[in-house]
């Protein structure tokens, strides 16, 4: 299983990014997909979470309403749309599954909101 994130930047308040994660390793297709982020001093939390068809979402209070978790089956790769970013949403994000019990991670992809 691999998990690679990208689309991390800085940005200022109020701004967008898109974060991407290409899995590979895996019938991605048949499984649930995670975003999570940790920023520094705090625990990892779930940010969102994306069925296997795409059909279902869920999303931590923090983002619901900003941020948007999408999937391309096709193309093995689940997407993080974040929009009107706050300074609070500065983390490393990453990309999980969880395949026969096993989790996954990628390496991150860094998102720093600041002026």
């Known amino acids: 299983v691999q998990l690679v994130e990208s689309g991390g930047g800085l940005v200022q308040p109020g701004g967008s990014l898109r974060l991407s994660c290409a899995a590979s390793?895996?019938?991605?297709?048949?499984?649930?997909m995670r975003w999570y982020r940790q920023a520094p001093g705090k625990e990892r939390e779930l940010v969102a979470q994306?069925?296997?068809?795409?059909?279902?979402?869920i999303y931590t209070d923090s983002v619901k309403g900003r941020f948007t978790i999408s999937r391309d089956n096709a193309q093995n790769t689940v997407y993080l749309r974040m929009n009107n970013l706050k300074p609070e949403d500065t983390a490393l994000y990453y990309c999980?599954?969880?395949?026969?019990?096993?989790?996954?991670w990628g390496q991150g992809t860094q998102v720093t909101v600041s002026s």
């Open positions: 999980n599954v969880v395949t026969y019990g096993n989790p996954y």
């Open positions: 390793g895996f019938t991605f297709s048949s499984y649930v």
């Open positions: 994306i069925s296997s068809t795409g059909g279902f979402t």
